[in-house]
Each structure stands twice: as C-alpha cells, then as structure tokens.
C-alpha cells in the first residue's frame, strides 16, 4: 500500500478547452435543441457554460476599449461630449444647465438614453451645480440616487437641470431633473450628495 501523499499530476493538455468558435457552435446547437425538445431536458454544466459564455459575449463583454480610454479625463471628455447649451446661473441659487442628444452611442437595446449615461450626466451636472455653489473648494461625491420615470428615444433631446438642494458647511445636495426638449415631460430625476474636504490645519 503506496504511503506518497502527493497528488496525482494531471496533465492539462487532455482536456483541452473549447476555443470561441467551438463554444458558440455548441451554444448555438443547444438553443435549437432546446426548442425542438418538450419538455425541456436539463442542461448538462458543459452546455450550460457554453450558453452562458455565448449569451455574454453577444452583449459585447469581450469588446476592447479604443485607445483614447486610456487618455488621462477621459471618462470627463465623454460626458461632455454628449451635452451642449450648457449654462450656469448664479443668482438667485446656482443652476446649470444643458442639452443631451440622444444619439446611438448613448442608447441601449432599446433605443433609449442608456440607464448609465443619465447617471454619468447626472453626476457631471450635479458636480458643477455644488461648486457653483461652494466654490473651488474640494470635494467628492457621496451620493447619487437615479429614477428612472420614463424614455427618451433615440435622436429626442433632453433638457437637464440642476439646482441647489441644500447647501451646508460641509455638505451640499443637488437635483438633477431631465425633461423632454419637446414635451417638457420628466423623464429621470436625481439626487447628488457631495461632500466638502476638510481643510487640514497645520
């Protein structure tokens, strides 16, 4: 009786794994199989994975970024370049305001003002209301709270709009609503918490 603890070597090379091509094939051929069959039979964990990875892959998870990602601002750069007509009125309370066009590169599947690009806004438009407000000041988002109350359709433009909520010694809260250009429906609606950095004392 063999005493040897160590483990059996197993050598990888002997199950080697499906390249993309193969595992969309499977997928593919197991969708069909499932509509063909009633009722339908359980997947087995191989075609469940190959499903799984041909499901993620149709929604562009592999994609690669282009090279101007990489550039410093420029996540800011992209916000921007979807807005316009921005303005900024100090008086009474500070507002800013601008303009989304609804273009392909900020919709989803459906054609609407992607759920993400109105938080991005959101947050850009909200963060030049408060330092209207406060100043030059330094600060961090804390918070932000979207709902989501109806649509904009592709090529629509929509009217954003952020004011002062509250503004305090160390904290200053926005709004953010976003109204159809033509409708002056309320589409999305949000609420930015920004915290101001203390100022160390030396």
């Known amino acids: 009786m063999s005493t040897d603890p160590t483990p059996p070597v197993i050598n990888k090379t002997d199950s080697p794994r499906p390249q993309p091509e193969q595992q969309e094939k499977r997928a593919a051929k197991v969708g069909e199989e499932m509509e063909e069959e009633e009722p ?19 929604l562009g998870a592999g994609a690669r970024l282009p090279a101007a990602a990489d550039q410093p601002d420029a996540y800011s750069a992209l916000v921007r370049a979807i807005l316009s007509s921005a303005a900024v009125s100090a008086s009474p ?19 609407t003002l992607h759920g993400g690009a109105v938080a991005a806004v959101a947050e850009a438009v909200g963060m030049a209301c408060a330092r209207a407000a406060a ?11 979207t709902g989501y ?17 509250r503004k305090g010694r160390s904290v200053v809260v926005t709004t953010i609503e976003f109204r159809l250009k033509d409708t002056k429906k309320l ?3 949000s609420r930015a918490t920004f915290y101001i950095m203390p100022v160390a004392s030396l």
């Open 40 to 58: 339908r039979r359980k997947l087995s964990p191989a075609d469940s994975r190959a499903v799984a990875l041909a499901f993620i892959r149709a």
């Open 93 to 111: 309370a500070p507002r800013v305001s601008c303009t989304i066009a609804v273009s392909p590169a900020v919709t989803n599947a459906y054609n």
């Open 135 to 145: 100043g030059d000041k330094e600060m961090f988002l804390g918070e932000l709270s």
């Open 149 to 165: 109350l109806a649509a904009a359709r592709l090529d629509s433009e929509v009217d954003v709009e952020a004011q002062i909520l």
């Open 187 to 189: 589409c999305y609606t």
